[in-house]
């Protein structure tokens, strides 16, 4: 009777909520969902406002568009370099050689225990008193290092998580090492690993506001410059906020279809 109850409340739940960008899970008979209405409250509190008074909430969205851009492009140049970092990362963290497995360790260890925006500061402001480095450099280095970090903790969980029966498997059948990885492993592993190596691609792009600090002409620091001419902080740092919501979200919905086909081709199978 317990177990029937509990099943029945579950089917009457018509709102998942989850901490975090997680992936959105749609059960049956669902309506309405908490990514929905997230979206929907945000995207249209955003109209809203800019239908209600043109002046100043759509003026702001006319500011910003070129930090908008600078925004993306940190967040995609900076998730292309962290997710090959973390990968490698991961495979050294496992790897039984001593002196790779030390410094992948070391790696990982530093970078996670320093705050990412001391890694700006000291690469901008300390390396920048030795070579000659942009702000967009300094931006793209820090969060591909700091975010391969995590990634590689990432890579190694999804690698560990695949039982030695399939590396043995694979090694009877006459696989190296590296086709072992590559063939077996890895595509297994893939269901594990793409959705916190999603969320951190999430938080990654969040991140991108501390590099208003360095110069940096994100759409954090536009928002800055406008309530800085006009004094109408309010306004501009909820649409910031707003437009932030929004960006995240989308990029969560993504990840949550990529998992989705991901979940289907491996039950096709």
Known sequence: MEHSNEMQQEQKASLIFTEGPAPIIKEKNQIFTAWMLSFLGATGLMIG??????DPYWN???FIPDGLLITFKITAISILFAVPIGFLTGLGRLSKNRLINTITSIYVEVIRGIPLLMQLFYIYYAL???LQVSPTVAAISSLSFC????MGEVFRAGILSISKGQTEAARSLGFNKTQTMFLVILPQALKTIIPP???ECIALLKDTSLVSVIAVADVLRRGREYASQTFEYFETYTMIALVYLVITLLLSKGMSIIEGRLSHYDKSR
């Open 49 to 54: 406002l800019c239908l209600y008074k043109p």
């Open 60 to 62: 702001i969205m006319l």
């Open 128 to 130: 920048g008193s030795i």
């Open 147 to 150: 975010f391969g970090a995590y």
């Open 197 to 199: 190596i999603g969320n």
